[in-house]
């Protein structure tokens, strides 16, 4: 089992930047692949971000590619997603999520742990 916690979320600006954290505990994180997902208001959670075990190979979605990065410190057991030039409809609760068979890709189902949730609030 791995637990996740998610910080970093705020009340930001459009254009802003901000980081999000993503700490693991009660596993090797790095038998982990990990993914980003979001909620907005009245929308259904949709993914953002995926990176393999190693960290070497990201995944993006479109509405993201090229200002978001993901990245991971496997010694730090802490996955990243780093946002910049934020939208208003960036605004949503990120979440993030371990599968333990490596998977990095935006199939919910093989995500076996969720973290609780960091809000993300990008006014103009």
């Known amino acids: 089992q791995v637990q996740l916690v998610e910080s970093g979320g705020g009340l930001v600006q459009a254009g802003d930047s901000l980081t999000l954290s993503c700490a693991a505990s009660?596993?090797?994180?790095?038998?982990?692949?990990m993914g980003w997902f979001r909620q907005a208001p009245g929308k259904q959670r949709e993914g953002v971000a995926g990176?393999?075990?190693?960290?070497?190979?990201?995944l993006y979605a479109d509405s993201v590619r090229g200002r978001f990065i993901v990245s991971r410190d496997n010694a730090k057991n802490t996955v990243y997603l780093r946002m910049r030039s934020l939208k208003l409809e960036d605004t949503a609760v990120y979440y993030c999520?371990?599968?333990?068979?490596?998977?990095?890709?935006?199939?919910?189902?093989?995500?076996?742990?969720w973290g609780q949730g960091t809000q993300v609030t990008v006014s103009s």
């Open positions: 009660g596993s090797t994180f790095s038998d982990f692949g």
């Open positions: 990176i393999t075990r190693s960290g070497q190979t990201t």
């Open positions: 999520a371990a599968d333990a068979d490596g998977g990095f890709y935006f199939n919910e189902p093989m995500y076996e742990y």
